[in-house]
Nanobody, 122 residues
Framework: QVQVEESGGGSVQVGDSLRLTCVVN????????MGWFRQRPGKKREGIAF???????AYTAHMRGRAAISRDKSKNTVDLQMNRLKREDTGIYYC????????????????WGQGTQVTVES
């Protein structure tokens, strides 16, 4: 059974940084595509950052230049470093593992965590 769990969310101020961590139990994070998503209030879920089994990384426009995804195979974790946070970054952040080595075209499916709340206040 695959379990995905996020941590590191919280309340921060505009301009602050936050690092989210995702732990996966049951499957290696290095063998499949891993992604970070978020759902902001009143909006659909959106992808933020992805890393595939070849360590190719991709960012969507939502946080490009302010977010960095990294993977630690020894700990079986994937982190999302977020910098220069804005109020509009407020939302629930999810980590997920796809059932495929590539991240291309991934919108839904795979194994998902319960999410961690990020609140950015001015």
């Amino acid at each position: 059974q695959v379990q995905v769990e996020e941590s590191g969310g919280g309340s921060v101020q505009v301009g602050d940084s936050l690092r989210l961590t995702c732990v996966v139990n049951g499957r290696a994070v290095g063998d499949y595509c891993m992604g970070w998503f978020r759902q902001r209030p009143g909006k659909k879920r959106e992808g933020i950052a992805f890393i595939d089994s070849r360590d190719d990384i991709a960012y969507t426009a939502h946080m490009r230049g302010r977010a960095a995804i990294s993977r630690d195979k020894s700990k079986n974790t994937v982190d999302l470093q977020m910098n220069r946070l804005k109020r509009e970054d407020t939302g629930i952040y999810y980590c997920a593992q796809r059932e495929w080595i590539s991240c291309s075209g991934w919108i839904e499916g795979g194994y998902w965590g319960q999410g961690t709340q990020v609140t950015v206040e001015s």
